[in-house]
């Protein structure tokens, strides 16, 4: 992509805002002085000098009104040297994102970034009692990035003086579920949306109360130690099935390891398992369905339990004890079940069918898998997913990827889901997680083939490994560097 810098007359750059009317380069500017010239009432603008690595850029920020009573908090930041794409980034658990820090990679790679609040200002991650009030409640289902990127679109415009070449999104988690309501209820907003691991559905949520609800049953409490130890047998037991031991179960749902090997045998109770403990560990791999045959909770990975303790109460202190509020799902009581009280620590199906079947949850979920719309555009979805998430579970994006495969005949071209073996929630974990997803997305636009694999590293290691696109997993070849891409093979899992 091209990096743009050019200068121009404040007055001109100031009123070039329509699509058809780019001006020429060498007449625009684009600096200081042309960022001052983009405040106006309520928009503000700062001009930031480059430091701390980072480029050059005008921050933009203001409130959106997109209806009574909404307040969409944005900030949009223009590099200097442009590379002619815009980049929307999302939030997280129940909040938006408007730091610099998200919006760092996207700016050293030239894009201009927009960010949003989501809609409201609380600063609580599983504090989300605002969804009472409807308005908040539906900015943050899906209008706050509509009506931010549908906003920064003009912003850059007459900014730069010309509209944009691509706009790409990228986000995880809750952003995840973000980017997939763009592709799905808004498929004109964006060339390329970027997808990790998607809390797109409320599921995720009553994963949490009843995994808590598991964790609770007398004898199933689970120390960190413990934990670790049966990660350990997993590992053991699995990890070389992808050809090499190196710490990481590559194909997590093709481990048939059994916790009962690590149950106490009579007499014995150090360094083993109580019969409570492996019914526990069964439970929590196989999941749970609804009497709809949904997933009312979602089954946790072979090989990734050291982690399990960073989202649920591993040590069965119960749901009431959970900090994170049942992922937020406890916070939602006045909107889904109005003024009668629900029992949390006993969560019940007809809870769980009342929860999926609300008013609030059609607004919230991104679970359409028709993305016609969006692919007819030539729109690109990237997904991916870590297989030691311990929060939603990689299970959920395996669904939504087959259904979007089943649903669509574009999707072989322009859909493309990668799994991370060991990564955790959106990073972590002993994987190789440090990945370059924009770049990956670049090539994918640039040479209109979606990547094999995609390239992870981790920090302060020499670990490098492919990962590869679905249904595919990533194979040892039996010799050579383990860390050189090379020497494995994307090959059908078993």
């Not at 430091?51 to 933009?60: K, Q, R, S, T, Y």
């Not at 991650?125 to 706050?144: C, K, L, M, V, Y």
């Not at 986000?171 to 579920?177: A, E, H, L, Q, Y």
């Not at 598991?214 to 053991?236: H, I, K, R, S, Y």
Request: charged share 15%.
């Amino acid at each position: 992509m091209r990096i743009l810098t050019a200068s121009a007359s404040l007055l001109a750059l100031a009123s070039c805002t329509t699509a058809d009317t780019a001006m020429p380069e060498e007449t625009l500017l684009v600096g200081a002085d042309a960022c001052a010239a983009m405040a106006s009432g309520t928009m503000q603008a700062m001009w930031v000098a480059a430091a701390d690595g980072l480029p050059a850029f005008c921050e933009v920020s203001t409130t959106l009104h997109p209806v009574d009573g909404s307040n969409i908090g944005v900030v949009y930041r223009l590099p200097e040297n442009w590379n002619g794409d815009v980049l929307g980034i999302g939030g997280g658990a129940w909040l938006g994102n408007t730091t610099l820090m998200a919006a760092r990679d996207g700016l050293l790679k030239g894009y201009a970034t927009m960010q949003t609040n989501g809609g409201h200002t609380s600063t609580e991650a599983w504090g989300n009692q605002w969804t009472i009030n409807p308005i908040q409640a539906e900015d943050f289902s899906h209008r706050a990035i509509h009506t931010m990127t549908q906003e920064g679109k003009r912003v850059a415009a007459s900014f730069y003086g010309r509209t944009h070449d691509n706009a790409v999104y990228s986000g995880c988690s809750t952003g995840g579920r973000m980017g997939l309501m763009e592709a799905q209820r808004y498929p004109a907003d964006y060339d390329a949306v970027i997808v990790g691991a998607p809390v797109y559905t409320l599921q995720v949520q009553t994963s949490a109360v009843y995994r808590n609800g598991v964790f609770a049953e007398p004898g199933a409490a689970f120390t960190n130690e413990e934990l670790q130890m049966v990660q350990d047998a997993a590992v053991a037991a699995c990890d070389a099935n992808d050809g090499l031991a190196d710490g990481l179960i590559n194909g997590p749902r093709q481990c048939s390891w059994q916790p009962r090997s690590l149950q106490c045998a009579p007499g014995e109770s150090e360094g083993c398992l109580s019969p409570q403990q492996v019914d526990a560990l069964m439970t929590l791999y196989n999941g749970q369905r609804a009497s709809d045959g949904s997933w009312a909770m979602h089954p946790m990975s072979r090989g990734g339990e050291a982690s399990w303790g960073f989202f649920n109460r591993a040590d069965g202190a119960g749901q009431n004890a959970d900090p994170t509020r049942g992922g937020g799902l406890m916070g939602l009581q006045p909107v889904i079940f109005g003024a009668r009280a629900v029992d949390w620590e006993n969560f019940s199906d007809a809870n769980y069918l009342t929860v999926r079947n609300s008013d609030f949850a059609d607004m919230y979920e991104a679970d359409e898998t028709d993305l016609s719309a969006f692919f007819e555009r030539g729109g690109k979805l990237m997904l991916w997913h870590g297989e030691n998430d311990a929060g939603p579970s990689p299970v959920l994006s395996n669904d939504y990827a087959r259904a979007v495969y089943r649903d669509n005949l574009e999707a072989g071209t322009q859909f493309s889901y990668y799994l991370v073996p060991g990564m955790g929630h959106c990073s972590g974990g002993p994987g190789a997680d440090r990945i370059d997803y924009l770049a990956a997305m670049e090539d994918w636009m640039e040479t209109g083939q979606a990547p094999d694999y995609l390239l992870g590293g981790k920090a302060d290691s020499d670990l490098v490994r492919p990962h590869c696109a679905w249904p595919n997993v990533a194979r040892y070849n039996g010799s050579g560097d383990a860390n050189d891409p090379s020497n494995w093979t994307c090959s059908p899992r078993n």
